[in-house]
């Protein structure tokens, strides 16, 4: 599963999420911290866990 708050920098990512949604979960959450921590949790019981954010994010 892939977690995250979506942003104009990955609009392409986000539409493949939507178009792949049965094989391709995606949920969005706020604040981004919980997005990394359910990554983390996800490394921690053996699955994949991503986290996703735009440039806003990365520019703080």
């Not at 977690?3 to 104009?8: A, E, K, Q, S, W």
Request: aromatic share 10%; net charge positive; proline share 7%.
């Amino acid at each position: 599963m892939a977690t995250g708050l979506p942003d104009y920098g990955i609009n392409g990512l986000m539409h493949a999420f939507r178009t792949r949604q049965h094989r391709l979960p995606f949920l969005q959450v706020r604040p981004e911290k919980s997005a990394a921590f359910m990554a983390a949790y996800d490394k921690w019981i053996g699955q994949l866990g991503v986290r996703l954010t735009g440039p806003a994010e990365r520019s703080c």
